[in-house]
Each structure stands twice: as structure tokens, then as C-alpha cells.
């Protein structure tokens, strides 16, 4: 991978995750991926399963983040190979139920020689203070 072809899959990702489309979700990942949303936590184990939890997170799909509610921009740090390390942020509108908030990410990745992520791992940290306004 080079930082375009990294740039690429984030740009790719971000859309998936505001689309939710499977096929698009699909195409981002190794069938063997493992994707952590925490880094201590135990990965979820293969594309299909990572496309069941983002069309269904914890089994609730009124829980997923709804079109047009945030946005995100994320872009490659450092790639090296077949790994990367990206930096970005993910800011939500605030809503009757929520003050608006931003979270700054940092994702390890590593790609299969497809272009595929094979390893995703998320770090990130909400933003202290003023909430993000959208």
C-alpha cells in the first residue's frame, strides 16, 4: 500500500459507514479480518460478521448513526508497507437527546496485498470542553 491506496480505503470506509451498505462494507475488508473497536477488546473475526455488527450494532439497528448526523475526515499519518497508521475525526450534530460532540481517531491498519484491511484496530478520544456544533 502508498498513501493513495490508503486514502483511498479511508475515503471508502467513510462512505460505507455513512451508506451502510453491505456490498460496500463488504469490499473494505480480508474475509480473515480482525477489527477492534477498542484495542483491548477482543477482535470481531471476518468481514461477514464485521457487516452484521455495523448493520446491526448490539443488535439494535435504531443504534446506528443516522445519514447526515455526522461527518468525518480521516487521512493517512504514516504507511509503511502493508501497514498504516491513520489520524482523523468524526464530529456529530448535537440532537434533543445529545449535545453535539467530535472524537479524534487514531486506526492501526494492515492490508492484504488486495488492498483490503486484514487488521483494523480503533483508538480514539472524545473531545473535552465545547461540544463540536456540527
Do not use: K
Not at 63 to 92: C, K, M, N
Amino acid at each position: 500500500m502508498n498513501h493513495a491506496g490508503v486514502q483511498a480505503w479511508l475515503d471508502r470506509y467513510s462512505e460505507a459507514w455513512r451508506t451502510y451498505e453491505p456490498d460496500a462494507i463488504r469490499d473494505l475488508f480480508n474475509p480473515d479480518v480482525e477489527y477492534r473497536y477498542h484495542a483491548w477488546a477482543d477482535p470481531i473475526v471476518g468481514c461477514e460478521a464485521i457487516v452484521a455488527d455495523w448493520l446491526s450494532p448490539d443488535g439494535d439497528p435504531a443504534q446506528r448513526d443516522q445519514p447526515g448526523s455526522f461527518r468525518s475526515h480521516y487521512e493517512p499519518w504514516l504507511v509503511e508497507g502493508d501497514r498504516a497508521v491513520a489520524i482523523g475525526t468524526s464530529d456529530y450534530d448535537a440532537t434533543a437527546d445529545a449535545p453535539g460532540r467530535r472524537y479524534y481517531n487514531a486506526w492501526l491498519l494492515e492490508f492484504d496485498g488486495e488492498g483490503r484491511c486484514r487488521t483494523f484496530v480503533e483508538y480514539y478520544n472524545l473531545q473535552r470542553g465545547e461540544p463540536s456544533r456540527g
